[in-house]
Structure formats: structure tokens, C-alpha cells
């Protein structure tokens, strides 16, 4: 059984991960920490978990930690650097589901996140957590940065059309909606329910830290200079993101449809819907799958993806556990399986 802890196991993403942990079968979930909730049981916390989850938060202590296969950071961005060199020199695997090792330039981190980044030594060691690009060097990774939730969509969407040179990789853009889930737990006017519903806007506008991490893995993939115009905007529902993603065709592709079927033909957690679908968030709430179809309107030189995943599953603790069964060989869609939940 791989030992597993979980370090911020309150908000959204961490009692994801207690959800989908309970029902892995080669898991033992062995520690979640909370400073706030120390020594209160998780199931009282979250009631869902009453009979499931037999544990209650303690400190984090990197002792206890250390005794862990695998820890979880389900923390605000910048955390998991000051525990996390301690933890691999312990030999304990860690998946960041922060942003601390995402970027892999210390001086872009700051930029982004208005903070030095303290160990910034790993940052070529982390290996970004997209199975669907890294899966082979995930396999030996000690630290996986995994992805951002939108990230996750609009590089997924693209993919597809860069690595084929089917599109200009400088003309890029992303029309992306979240549910105010994916603005954390934390208290905040802008996601009160009579703020966030019955209401839509966009934000970000300036400038949103999701962007350098989206184009820094395209440019990876492709090898060639990406500009992307990225809008993101809240919506009133409580988990799922759509993106519509637009790109100019440079070349005349033999069947668009078949671009994205034989990318992704492998791949567990990414359906490409038949050709003139309009896949809907409702269809992957609970689940770790991307769904996306393709279209190219009138036959012209615009090709349109949409995209669509639960921004706290395949958008985030859904996929950490994947990167996790990588890690550990296991079978990638183990404690993964269930279907979305409906209605």
C-alpha cells in the first residue's frame, strides 16, 4: 500500500483528494494537516466523509510526513517550497498542486506570484504533471508541478492542431469560464453566492497567472514562439470549466475530426466527442475526464475547440492522483474510474 498525506486538507482541492484517495484501493491515506483544524475529525469538517475517512488534522510536521510514500500539497501558492526540499530529502515523492513548480524561471515565479521563489534549484527538476505530454518523465519524477485547472483545458484543446502545424501558433485564443470553485474556499465578496449568482464577468484582463504557465508547455511541445490572448471569466455554477479555443489555419488539414481522434486515442481521461458535438460541463462534473469536439465553421480558416473537465478533478486533485499511479506504476485510471455524477 503506498502511505499518502495530505498537507491543506480544507479547501476544495484537498477534500477532493480525500474522496478520491478513499477510493483507491492501493492507497493508504495516512496524514492530513490542517494549522486551523488540528485535531478536529476530517468527517466533521466534511460530513460527506462520515464512514469513509477515519482521521482527523494534524500540524504539519515533516517527522510524520517523512514517513509518507507520497504528499500532497493542496496549499495556497508558496507553501510547498519551504517544505518540500526536506520531504525529497527524505525520499518521499511529492505532487504540488500549487503553482511553486510550475514555472520553471525563478524571475518569471516572482513576477507572477509577487513572491521570491526560496528554493528555486528544483524548478528544472519538477516535472509539469500533463500525462498526456510528460507521461514517460512523470514516471521517474520525485516532484510533479501539477497543472493549473484552466491550463489543463487549453492546452489539451490545442495540442492537437500545434503539433501537427496545422495553425499559427502566434495567433492563439482562449475564451475560458470557471465555476467559483475554482476560487478556493477562502471566503470573498466576488464569490458570495449573491455576488457570483445570476451574474457573469470576465477578469484577469490584464493579465492572468495562468497565461505563462499555458504558453511556457506549448512552446515546450512545439519548439516555437506561442502567443495567446487568454480571457477567463466566472460563472455562476459551482464546479466545471468550458473553454472555446480559437486558432487560424496555415495549412489545409486531410480531416480535422481525425487530428484530434489519433492524438488522443490512448489517452484514458480524454474523450474527443463525434465530429459537431458540443460537449457541456454537466457531463464531467465528479469525473477525471477532458471531453472535447472540433469544428471548423463554414469550412473557413478558423478552427474552434471546445473543451470542457471539472476544474477540481481533471482540473486538479483527479489528476494528481493520475500523475500519482504513474509515479508509482500502477494502472493510471485506478481510483479514477467512476463515471460523472448527473444531474
Known amino acids: 500500500m503506498i502511505r499518502a498525506g495530505i498537507v491543506g486538507g480544507t479547501g476544495y482541492t484537498g477534500v477532493e483528494l480525500l474522496r478520491l484517495l478513499h477510493g483507491h484501493n492501493q492507497v493508504q491515506l495516512s496524514i492530513v494537516t490542517s494549522r486551523t483544524e488540528a485535531g478536529r475529525p476530517v468527517s466533521d469538517l466534511?460530513?460527506?466523509?462520515?464512514?469513509?475517512?477515519?482521521?482527523?488534522?494534524?500540524?504539519?510536521?515533516?517527522?510524520?510526513?517523512?514517513?509518507c510514500d507520497v504528499v500532497f500539497f493542496a496549499t495556497p501558492n508558496a507553501t510547498a517550497m519551504d517544505a518540500v526540499p526536506a520531504l525529497l530529502d527524505a525520499r518521499v515523492r511529492v505532487v504540488d498542486l500549487s503553482a511553486d513548480f510550475r514555472l520553471r524561471d525563478a524571475e518569471l515565479f516572482k513576477t507572477w506570484y509577487g513572491v521570491a521563489h526560496r528554493c528555486p534549484g528544483l524548478l528544472a527538476e519538477a516535472v509539469y504533471g500533463l500525462p498526456e505530454v510528460n507521461r514517460e518523465r512523470i514516471r521517474g519524477a520525485?516532484?510533479?508541478?501539477?497543472?493549473?485547472?484552466?491550463?489543463?483545458?487549453?492546452?489539451?484543446?490545442?495540442?492537437?492542431?500545434?503539433?501537427?502545424?496545422?495553425?499559427?501558433?502566434?495567433?492563439?485564443?482562449?475564451?475560458?469560464?470557471s465555476g467559483v470553485s475554482g476560487a478556493g474556499r477562502k471566503a470573498a465578496a466576488a464569490t458570495a453566492f449573491c455576488e457570483a449568482g445570476d451574474n457573469f464577468k470576465a477578469y484577469g484582463l490584464s493579465g492572468h497567472r495562468h497565461?505563462?504557465?499555458?504558453?511556457?508547455?506549448?512552446?515546450?511541445?512545439?519548439?516555437?514562439?506561442?502567443?495567446?490572448?487568454?480571457?477567463?471569466?466566472?460563472?455562476?455554477m459551482i464546479r466545471g470549466i468550458h473553454v472555446t479555443l480559437y486558432a487560424e489555419l496555415v495549412k489545409e488539414p486531410d480531416e480535422l475530426q481525425q487530428v484530434f481522434e489519433a492524438r488522443y486515442a490512448r489517452e484514458p481521461f480524454v474523450?474527443?466527442?463525434?465530429?459537431?458535438?458540443?460537449?457541456?460541463?454537466?457531463?464531467?462534473?465528479?469525473?477525471?475526464?477532458?471531453?472535447?469536439?472540433?469544428?471548423?465553421?463554414?469550412?473557413?480558416?478558423?478552427?474552434?475547440?471546445?473543451?470542457?473537465?471539472?476544474?477540481?478533478?481533471?482540473?486538479a486533485s483527479g489528476q494528481a492522483i493520475q500523475n500519482m499511479n504513474i509515479m508509482f506504476g500502477l494502472d493510471e485510471g485506478e481510483g479514477l474510474s467512476d463515471a460523472a455524477v448527473c444531474p
Open 271 to 315: 474523450d474527443v466527442m463525434p465530429a459537431g458535438s458540443h460537449p457541456n460541463t454537466a457531463s464531467v462534473r465528479g469525473a477525471n475526464t477532458l471531453r472535447l469536439a472540433c469544428h471548423r465553421p463554414g469550412d473557413g480558416k478558423t478552427v474552434v475547440v471546445l473543451a470542457v473537465e471539472d476544474n477540481l478533478v481533471k482540473g
Open 211 to 236: 497565461q505563462p504557465e499555458i504558453v511556457q508547455e506549448l512552446e515546450a511541445v512545439t519548439g516555437e514562439k506561442v502567443e495567446l490572448t487568454f480571457v477567463p471569466h466566472l460563472v455562476p
Open 46 to 67: 466534511f460530513p460527506s466523509l462520515r464512514g469513509r475517512v477515519d482521521l482527523a488534522y494534524s500540524e504539519p510536521s515533516t517527522d510524520a510526513l517523512s514517513r
Open 142 to 177: 520525485r516532484l510533479v508541478a501539477n497543472p493549473g485547472c484552466y491550463p489543463t483545458a487549453v492546452q489539451l484543446g490545442f495540442l492537437p492542431l500545434l503539433e501537427a502545424g496545422l495553425v499559427d501558433g502566434t495567433r492563439l485564443i482562449a475564451d475560458a469560464k
